[in-house]
């Protein structure tokens, strides 16, 4: 967008040059308004889409609108901004939101089943029971996201920052999650079973009760972080730094620890590692 913003002032200045004299600033002016991009402008795509004529509205302007139960399955909205938008209960199956901002929308028990949200900015957003099942949010921002009872079930969440979401009961059993960030979120009785945390980094974050049966967390970075009654049963926990973390009443049956970093943990039998 700066880039656009930045050609379009310098298109408008060359026509204000080539115009010279008291029409110089009109055609300046004229200039400008050709180079805007659509997403500032209220266009006839995005007049058609808000009055229910079509679905698509890729790089629209869509901040604070409502659409509250709205069928958007299998939509073009690529690049939109949705800032602070009404999605409660909408329908967006297979949509395509890749790119798009998202802070602050109210997404909560909207059906995001295999909906593409690579690269989009989630943060603040609410997603309380919503299905993303399948859903793709590789290099997604959920800061802040507030998740709780959420389905994401095979999602792909590559590289997705999670740091200070609050998913409590959430449910990401087979998700790949390589890469993540889950810095002081709140996981507290999660399902993470089967899934590919690879290199994920959630110091300071919440498991209480969370389950990450077969998982992989190889390495993980889980400093200060609360697996307090966790079931870590079969997980590949190789190389990980749990150093000052809580493992308390945890189940590691079958899990593979070789390498582990336990040094001021509170460990499964209630003692702190030396």
Avoid: W
Avoid at 56 to 78: E, Q
């Amino acid at each position: 967008m700066r880039i656009q913003a930045i050609s379009a002032t310098m298109s408008g200045l060359r026509a204000m040059l080539r115009c010279g004299g008291p029409l110089a600033m009109l055609c300046f002016i004229a200039a400008m308004t050709d180079e805007v991009p659509p997403n500032v402008r209220d266009s006839p795509e995005r007049q058609t889409f808000l009055a229910g004529e079509s679905k698509d509205c890729p790089g629209c302007d869509l901040r604070g609108v409502n659409l509250k139960r709205r069928d958007l399955s299998g939509a073009d909205l690529t690049g939109a901004d949705l800032t602070d938008a009404v999605l409660h209960a909408a329908r967006l199956t297979k949509a395509k939101l890749s790119h798009a901002t998202l802070q602050g929308t109210n997404l909560n028990k909207a059906d995001m089943k295999r909906t593409d949200l690579s690269g989009a900015d989630l943060s603040d957003a609410l997603i309380y029971a919503s299905d993303l099942s399948g859903a793709r949010l590789d290099d997604a921002v959920m800061i802040r996201v507030h998740m709780g009872h959420a389905r994401f079930t095979r999602a792909e969440l590559r590289n997705v920052d999670l740091s200070q979401a609050s998913a409590p009961d959430s449910e990401l059993a087979d998700c790949n999650l390589d890469h993540a960030k889950l810095k002081q979120a709140n996981f507290n009785g999660a399902n993470l079973s089967r899934s590919d945390l690879s290199q994920v980094v959630v110091d300071g974050a919440r498991f209480v009760g969370a389950r990450f049966r077969n998982a992989k967390l190889a390495p993980v970075s889980a400093r200060q972080a609360d697996f307090l009654r966790a079931d870590l049963s079969g997980a590949d926990l190789t190389g990980g730094d749990f150093r000052a973390s809580r493992l308390e009443g945890a189940n590691l049956d079958g899990a593979v620890t070789t390498g582990v970093k336990t040094k001021g943990a509170l460990l499964v039998d209630g003692t702190i590692a030396q």
